[in-house]
T-cell receptor
Framework: GAGVSQSPSNKVTEKGKDVELRCDPI?????LYWYRQSLGQGLEFLIY????????KSGLPSDRFSAERTGGSVSTLTIQRTQQEDSAVYLC????????????FGPGTRLTVT | AQSVTQLGSHVSVSEGALVLLRCNYS??????LFWYVQYPNQGLQLLLK??????LVKGINGFEAEFKKSETSFHLTKPSAHMSDAAEYFC??????????FGTGTSLTVIP
């Protein structure tokens, strides 16, 4: 079946512009996660959605970052007024409740801020 | 605070040799533990997971890991390295499923 998909795969933007990154989770997966992976670093948790519950936004690094999940499916991560330090690979993962938290990852969006 | 430590950011082994990638966590409560592999320009793929059942966990591609509570470790091993094992490996823990803590990764090089 279809896995987690993310778009775009690559995004180059100028400093100060806003960007939107999209994640399509596996159909039926109730949990959705966003991570940021910087060069040579591990994955940094950003935000977690579970069903209709309020999202866990504790990992968002600043108020320039926001995310939403519409209809319990597709999610969009928005970065406003991008800065060069926002350059990274943004990974999305989804999981199904009751599967011991096994996450399925998308291929990521590589964001470059010039 | 919970954290995950992967000792050795780069590991090189000869083809056919033992692979040992180290992972330690800091927590008084045993978490759920995972190993993921990431090939270039791809997302992460689950290798194996520990969920409080058997302490020796077998995963895909011949990998296995042993949970040792006394050592707070979850090291990843493979008896014989293959060229296709060259990748980045990440250890991760979670307690409630809402937040995952990932190590900084270990890059495995396999020398022919």
């Amino acid at each position: 079946g279809a896995g987690v998909s993310q778009s775009p795969s690559n995004k180059v933007t100028e400093k100060g512009k806003d960007v939107e990154l999209r994640c399509d989770p596996i159909s039926g997966h109730t949990a959705l996660y966003w991570y940021r992976q910087s060069l040579g670093q591990g994955l940094e948790f950003l935000i977690y959605f579970q069903g209709n519950s309020a999202p866990d936004k504790s990992g968002l690094p600043s108020d320039r970052f926001s995310a939403e999940r519409t209809g319990g499916s597709v999610s969009t991560l928005t970065i406003q007024r991008t800065q060069q330090e926002d350059s990274a690979v943004y990974l999305c993962a989804s999981s199904l409740l009751g599967t011991s938290y096994e996450q399925y990852f998308g291929p990521g969006t590589r964001l470059t801020v010039t | 605070a919970q954290s995950v430590t992967q000792l050795g950011s780069h590991v090189s082994v000869s083809e056919g040799a033992l692979v040992l990638l180290r992972c330690n966590y800091s927590s008084s409560v045993p978490p759920y533990l995972f190993w993921y592999v990431q090939y270039p320009n791809q997302g992460l793929q689950l290798l194996l997971k520990y969920t409080s059942a058997a302490t020796l966990v077998k995963g895909i591609n011949g990998f296995e890991a042993e949970f040792k509570k006394s050592e707070t470790s979850f090291h990843l091993t493979k008896p014989s390295a293959h060229m296709s094992d060259a990748a980045e490996y990440f250890c991760a823990v979670t307690f409630t499923g809402n937040q995952f803590y990932f190590g900084t990764g270990t890059s495995l090089t396999v020398i022919p």
